[in-house]
Nanobody, 125 residues
């Protein structure tokens, strides 16, 4: 499965951004049993789990650090996942990666099977 993340950019603190992650139809489908997730990695820091969504039910999971500000969603017809980021903080600046896990929900990156290339989010204060 090929994943393409997009939507990053430079935003002022307090602003909003919506990231997208599209699964290429030619490379495979996202099935209802799959989970798609977002991770982020800031310079000099380890990759961090952000949020995930069960493709079939739409049930969402969030890291405590982003609860209430981030909203994950998906459009099954478009094979696309979204991450709405509101009230951006400087500490949200990172490269955001999307990924798909075939075996179910996890906060561990190693449990995800395919990854997108990442999209940069920069927050100005």
């Amino acid at each position: 499965v090929q994943l393409q993340a997009s939507g990053g950019g430079l935003v002022q603190a307090g602003g909003s951004l919506r990231l997208s992650c599209a699964a290429s139809p030619a490379s495979g489908r996202i099935f209802s049993s799959h989970v798609m997730g977002w991770f982020r990695q800031a310079p000099g820091k380890e990759r961090e789990y952000v949020a995930a969504i069960r493709w079939g039910t739409g049930k969402a999971y969030y890291a405590d650090s982003v609860k209430g500000r981030f909203t994950i969603s998906r459009d099954s017809a478009k094979n696309t996942m979204y991450l709405q980021i509101d009230s951006l903080k400087p500490e949200d600046a990172a490269v955001y990666f999307c990924a798909v896990a075939f075996k179910g929900w996890s906060t561990v990156g190693a449990d995800y099977d395919y990854w997108g290339q990442g999209t940069q989010v920069t927050v100005s204060s």
